[in-house]
């Protein structure tokens, strides 16, 4: 039933119908150039731009994908999004938001009067009403659930019928009906469509999502005044154009050494597996690259993909890291790769494919949700949507996934070259994902490479889907047709064959002076941890040593500020890469670090010490060691490792206690194997040990005694840690299209990794109420004003800013982040104009906020208590550090 706001005396007159529809139904407000908002686009005309985008886009991605994916009433589907608005609620919420609602012009029904707008939530605000209006009236299977779903989720079921009280009754699902059919009649539609399968339900809810983005942009405001139907379709091709939609033109006929080249500059010629790799992967389906570290996988891939580009076969490139952990150098590596194969004479926006992805996002518009403040201004999220993107795994995985949004990725990765970088290190959980996103991506016409040094036969026969023969390596596997794979066997280049000294159970004290001594001698010394904490204790042991002796040293991991980060990795992934080969001699430096060093990066160490870690990641680590054969070395070296190990049978009683911290990373039982396997070597043979030692670690066999039990809490899990068999129906969870969908911040794509949050950290923050603004000033000590309301500054002045924040944060585990504050706290001081601050249905803040004093420390913003149990430090050297408070 309907009840009123306020308590009311008067009843309505007699014979009045409360449930009079009012002459003009609003969709949106628009605001004035002076700040007022008033009444802007009708349900209708909102509607119509919406599935007008949806339709001029569609025709944009048609030539790279499955024809099935875009039927020819897809604007018509899209259009639907927002027929829920017709309903009370909404429009009386429209109406209350007006600076003036007493100026609208048309008389209001009484029902505007009654009805209480905070009653949406109940039925899933309008989205769920457009859900509720569809399956009324019988349409085809999903199109009710992707008109439903174009706010990220889909709404919860509701006993509700269409022609509900709180809905309006008969009369206003009747007008959502004749909005129906009027949208019918624009777009020139007889029947309904035949959606056939789920992947292209997805397909058409993240279509009809983005194009409701880009059709809520402001651009079309001006339309809510002279709308007329003819012009729409222009303004719909410009703001695709605005948005980054446009299909890159890629110069034609380069051969491999135009595009890959040395230090020098000259042309590389590929390798044989390399070669091979490129003739094979020429069609969509899935093709898979095994080859020893330092072969160029990420070359070969990269150049298979412009040939795909080149003959039409796709519309762009996602190049998917491993990890969070993982080096943003890669960026400059894909961006090279990029300015080399892009034709010259672009628009802006072609041309800021070129460059960095928060240059990206400064360039282009996206809509509300995609603006400054909304949750898709995110390089992480907008990677998947723009032409040429590098991202995590993590973004790809939640395509498949019932997660906010997932449909929006799946969209963004159509037709698209889909680039999986090192497969091997995933778990149980984050397997099971990936076996159920490649088939989608198979079904949304994309092409997938899977790159790999250390992938296990079982695994391989998993990511492809179907019985394999070959245990050879390196090794080429393609499946253009699922259930089907030829494997060609590679012989590997002999100037990458190498043999490598081992030493293992060395203590850290010891391992620090020898370090040192070879770091005078002119050593390139490489060292990596498993955790931050112990990478920041080993450089703080180093540092101060360093600097008297005139040795570099220096610490990459992956909590530093997005600004501080880059710099970093700028500076000594060249120094250790191809690009440092001219400074390399000058003086030894240390390099220390964790998993962010050990993939998806060409770096060449002259030693490598390292903490022992699973057997497919220590191979990862031993490829970052004499990498290239023209490297210049120091006289008298050999490529030697020192693997820090407890003793054999110190780790099969107590793993936890031998390994320490490690065994909170990787698997007790995986570390047991390992170890058992590289305890008693004096050297390692690269490639040729890759298969046997991998096999040797990962070969299901019988346990007895300590070893029986801790695969048994590898499969079942402990009170701490859960096992295989649960984690695999977690996936299952996860990917179920029945179960509720899961907001970002709490979706996992790996199990065993914390959920974190992003800190913006600052030297000061002020508001200035007299001037209208927050005073902040950067770490950098950069002054800079953030106005408090949206018109004082343009939309690309306002991405700038944004910008200019995003720069400043740090993402942290979430037990490590600053107490979280009120969202009401943040809107106050303005930063939900610049930042992604969290839902509003949520009365905490998602990011979180800390002041960073002269001395690293970190403090509570106005003298709030910072957090429970923990200091907190930050400097550019070291980055974002957390010490557990001693007790008084």
């Known amino acids: 039933m309907l009840r009123p706001r306020t308590s009311r005396k008067d009843q309505h007159t007699k014979g009045e119908n409360i449930f009079e529809i009012p002459q003009t139904l609003y969709a949106k407000t628009s605001r004035t150039d002076s700040g007022d908002i008033v009444p802007g686009l009708t349900v209708f005309q909102h509607c119509y731009i919406v599935g007008m985008v949806a339709l001029k886009l569609s025709k944009r991605l048609l030539p790279y994908i499955p024809i099935k994916l875009?039927?020819?009433?897809?604007?018509?589907?899209?259009?639907?999004?927002?027929?829920?608005?017709?309903?009370?609620?909404?429009?009386?919420?429209?109406?209350?938001?007006?600076s003036r609602p007493d100026a609208v012009s048309q008389k209001l029904p009484r029902i505007l009067e009654l009805v209480d707008p905070s009653m949406e939530k109940n039925w899933g605000y309008h989205y769920g009403v457009s859900q509720i209006s569809l399956e009324a009236i019988n349409c085809?299977?999903?199109?009710?659930?992707?008109?439903?779903?174009?706010?990220?989720?889909?709404?919860?079921?509701?006993?509700?019928?269409?022609?509900?009280?709180?809905?309006?009754?008969?009369?206003?699902?009747k007008e959502r009906i004749k909005t129906v059919k009027r949208l019918k009649e624009a777009f020139g539609i007889e029947e309904w469509p035949d959606i056939d399968s789920p992947e292209t339900a997805r397909f058409l809810a993240g279509l009809t999502t983005v194009a409701d983005w880009i059709g809520s942009g402001e651009?079309?405001?001006?339309?809510?005044?002279?709308?007329?139907?003819?012009?729409?379709?222009?303004?719909?091709?410009?703001?695709?154009?605005?948005?980054?939609?446009?299909?890159?033109?890629?110069?034609?006929?380069?051969?491999?050494?135009?595009?890959?080249?040395?230090?020098?500059?000259?042309?590389?010629?590929?390798?044989?597996?390399?070669?091979?790799?490129?003739?094979?992967?020429?069609?969509?389906?899935?093709?898979?690259?095994?080859a020893p570290m330092g072969t160029g996988k990420t070359e070969a891939a990269l150049y298979a993909a412009y040939r795909l580009l080149e003959d039409g076969k796709a519309r762009g490139i996602y190049f998917a890291l491993p990890t969070r952990?993982?080096?943003?150098?890669?960026?400059?590596?894909?961006?090279?790769?990029?300015?080399?194969?892009?034709?010259?004479?672009?628009?802006?926006?072609?041309?800021?494919?070129?460059?960095?992805?928060?240059?990206?996002?400064?360039?282009?518009?996206?809509?509300?949700?995609?603006?400054?403040?909304?949750?898709?201004?995110?390089?992480?999220?907008?990677g998947l949507l723009a032409p040429f993107g590098v991202g995590t795994l993590d973004q790809a995985l939640m395509a498949v996934m019932n997660v906010k949004h997932g449909f929006v990725r799946a969209f963004g990765l159509s037709g698209k070259v889909v680039i999986l970088d090192e497969v091997h290190s995933y778990d149980a959980y984050t397997g099971a994902i990936i076996d159920a996103l490649i088939p989608l991506l198979r079904n949304l016409g994309c092409t997938v490479f899977i790159l790999s040094a250390t992938l296990t036969r079982e695994r391989r026969a998993e990511v492809i889907g179907t019985e394999?023969?070959?245990?050879?390596?390196?090794?080429?596997?393609?499946?253009?047709?699922?259930?089907?794979?030829?494997?060609?066997?590679?012989?590997?280049?002999?100037?990458?064959?190498r043999k490598i000294s081992l030493t293992f159970r060395m203590e850290r004290k010891e391992l620090l002076e020898m370090a040192i001594e070879r770091a005078q001698r002119g050593f390139q010394v490489l060292w990596i941890e498993n955790t931050v904490p112990e990478a920041q204790t080993i450089y703080y042991d180093f540092a101060a040593r360093c600097k008297q002796i005139g040795v570099e040293c220096g610490l990459l991991h992956s909590r530093f500020t997005l600004e501080d980060r880059k710099h970093n990795e700028e500076k000594w992934v060249s120094l250790y890469g191809k690009s440092g080969i001219n400074e390399r001699s000058s003086r030894g430096r240390v390099l220390i670090g964790t998993q962010v060093l050990e993939q998806s990066l060409d770096i060449d160490a002259d030693l490598l010490i390292t903490a022992f870690c699973p057997t497919d990641m220590l191979f990862q680590r031993l490829?970052?060691?004499?990498?290239?054969?023209?490297?210049?070395?120091?006289?008298?070296?050999?490529?030697?490792?020192?693997?820090?190990?407890?003793?054999?049978?110190?780790?099969?009683?107590?793993?936890?206690?031998?390994?320490?911290?490690?065994?909170?990373?990787?698997?007790?039982?995986?570390?047991?194997?390992?170890?058992?396997?590289?305890?008693?070597?004096?050297?390692?043979?690269?490639?040729d040990d890759v298969r046997p030692l991998?096999?040797?670690?990962?070969?299901k066999r019988h346990e007895k005694g300590a070893m029986a039990k801790w695969l048994h809490e590898l499969e079942?899990?402990?009170?701490?840690?859960?096992?295989?068999?649960?984690?695999?129906?977690?996936?299952?969870?996860?990917?179920?299209r029945d179960a509720m969908t899961l907001p970002e911040s709490k979706a996992q794509t790996r199990y065993g990794e914390e959920p974190g949050c992003d800190v913006l950290l600052l030297r000061d923050i002020r508001l200035n109420a007299e001037k209208d603004i927050t005073e902040v000033t950067l770490l950098n000590e950069k002054f800079i004003e953030l106005p408090l309301h949206k018109s004082k500054l343009s939309r690309k002045g306002w991405r700038r800013l944004s910008v200019s924040l995003m720069k400043q944060t740090v993402n942290v585990r979430l037990k490590d982040a600053p107490l979280p504050l009120k969202r009401s706290f943040l809107k106050r001081l303005g930063l939900h104009n610049c930042l992604f601050i969290g839902s509003p249905e949520e009365d905490e803040a998602l990011l979180r906020l800390a002041i960073v004093d002269e001395t690293g420390q970190l403090h509570g913003i106005q003298g709030a208590k910072l957090h429970d149990t923990k200091d907190i430090f930050y400097r550019p050297d070291t980055g974002y550090r957390v010490v557990k408070r001693q007790k008084r």
Request: with cysteine; hydrophobic share 35%; aromatic share 10%.
């Open 468 to 497: 394999i023969e070959s245990n050879a390596f390196p090794l080429v596997s393609s499946s253009s047709i699922p259930g089907e794979c030829k494997e060609y066997p590679i012989i590997s280049p002999q100037e990458l064959e």
């Open 716 to 736: 079942n899990g402990t009170r701490f840690r859960k096992g295989r068999k649960e984690l695999r129906q977690l996936a299952r969870f996860t990917l179920s």
């Open 140 to 173: 085809p299977r999903y199109v009710p659930y992707i008109a439903g779903q174009h706010h990220g989720y889909t709404p919860a079921p509701v006993q509700l019928s269409a022609d509900a009280e709180v809905l309006g009754g008969p009369l206003w699902q």
């Open 623 to 687: 490829g970052r060691l004499w990498r290239h054969t023209n490297t210049p070395r120091p006289s008298n070296s050999v490529p030697e490792a020192w693997v820090i190990t407890p003793p054999y049978e110190t780790a099969i009683e107590d793993p936890l206690k031998a390994f320490g911290p490690t065994a909170l990373v990787y698997a007790p039982y995986v570390l047991c194997r390992s170890l058992e396997v590289w305890c008693g070597r004096k050297e390692v043979a690269l490639p």
């Open 325 to 382: 952990l993982t080096s943003n150098k890669i960026y400059d590596r894909f961006n090279s790769f990029i300015q080399r194969i892009m034709e010259k004479h672009q628009t802006p926006i072609q041309r800021a494919l070129l460059l960095h992805g928060l240059s990206w996002l400064e360039l282009t518009e996206l809509g509300l949700e995609g603006e400054p403040g909304g949750s898709w201004f995110d390089t992480r999220k907008r």
């Open 694 to 699: 991998l096999d040797a670690t990962y070969t």
């Open 70 to 98: 875009t039927p020819k009433q897809c604007g018509f589907i899209a259009s639907l999004h927002d027929i829920g608005k017709i309903n009370p609620a909404f429009q009386t919420k429209i109406i209350k938001a007006l």
């Open 219 to 290: 651009d079309f405001d001006v339309l809510a005044s002279n709308f007329s139907i003819n012009d729409i379709g222009a303004l719909a091709e410009h703001a695709i154009d605005k948005a980054g939609f446009i299909n890159p033109r890629v110069i034609t006929g380069l051969n491999f050494e135009d595009i890959f080249k040395d230090s020098s500059g000259k042309g590389l010629s590929p390798y044989e597996v390399q070669q091979k790799f490129i003739d094979v992967a020429t069609s969509s389906g899935v093709h898979v690259l095994e």
